[in-house]
């Protein structure tokens, strides 16, 4: 394994933090009997689906980079990774219409955020399984490229939390109103699939050159 092939990877992990750091907090206030305030009240009241999308959020991120690996993919790993990835995938695309459509919508949030939920969760969902029925046909071209989309769209929460910095930094760290937070929210995950179009487009500098044939004996 180079150095080189690891800098996506890293990236990825970093960026990974974001949520995975949030949704510690979250599991760990949820599991210690917090107040009950109007940010969290949704949570205590019907912790199921907050808890799965977070567990599974987590390991679709950090497993989920390591895919982005050339030299793990000549070998069992990426496969068996896979085998727990979809899974954990649909995890977190389903909670999060279940809470989509479950919770009462937050005070900062508006029905335009609620609509963005509706269509990249079920985008990720179906990117996922289009995924795996690619790679059951045995046509990896299309199982990677519709793989690396649900996971951009899965990794949206990380972007948002830079999306929403700027705007954060100059209000004091008063939440945009539900208007704004849409426009956040959106670029969040309209760069993120960017970056895979951009990724599955680019040249593949890894792939191995073919070697010439050399000539046949009996040709002389």
Do not use: K
Not at 44 to 63: E, M, R, T, W
Not at 196 to 204: I, S, V, Y
């Amino acid at each position: 394994m180079t150095r080189r092939e690891w800098r996506l990877p890293a990236a990825l992990i970093l960026l990974s933090l974001v949520p995975v750091i949030a949704g510690a907090a979250r599991v760990t206030e949820l599991g210690s009997g917090p107040e009950v305030t109007d940010g969290n009240a949704r949570f205590v009241a019907d912790p199921v689906p907050v808890v799965l999308h977070i567990v599974g959020a987590v390991v679709y991120s950090l497993v989920g980079a390591f895919q982005f690996v050339p030299s793990l993919r000549r070998y069992r790993w990426h496969r068996w990774a896979g085998r727990v990835l979809v899974p954990c995938g649909l995890t977190v695309a389903l909670t999060g219409l279940w809470m989509t459509f479950a919770y009462d919508l937050p005070a900062h949030d508006n029905a335009i955020v609620n609509g963005e939920r509706v269509v990249f969760g079920s985008a990720m969902a179906l990117a996922i399984l289009l995924g795996l029925a690619a790679a059951l046909r045995r046509d990896f071209t299309r199982h990677r490229a519709w793989m690396v989309r649900g996971y951009a769209i899965g990794l949206g929460a990380g972007t948002q939390a830079f999306t929403h910095a700027p705007y954060l930094l100059v209000s004091g760290g008063e939440q945009p109103g539900g208007n704004g937070r849409a426009v956040l929210m959106l670029a969040g995950w309209v760069i993120n699939l960017a970056v895979a179009e951009w990724f599955l487009r680019r040249p593949n500098r890894t792939a191995r050159p073919r070697q010439a044939r050399r000539p046949s004996v009996a040709a002389g």
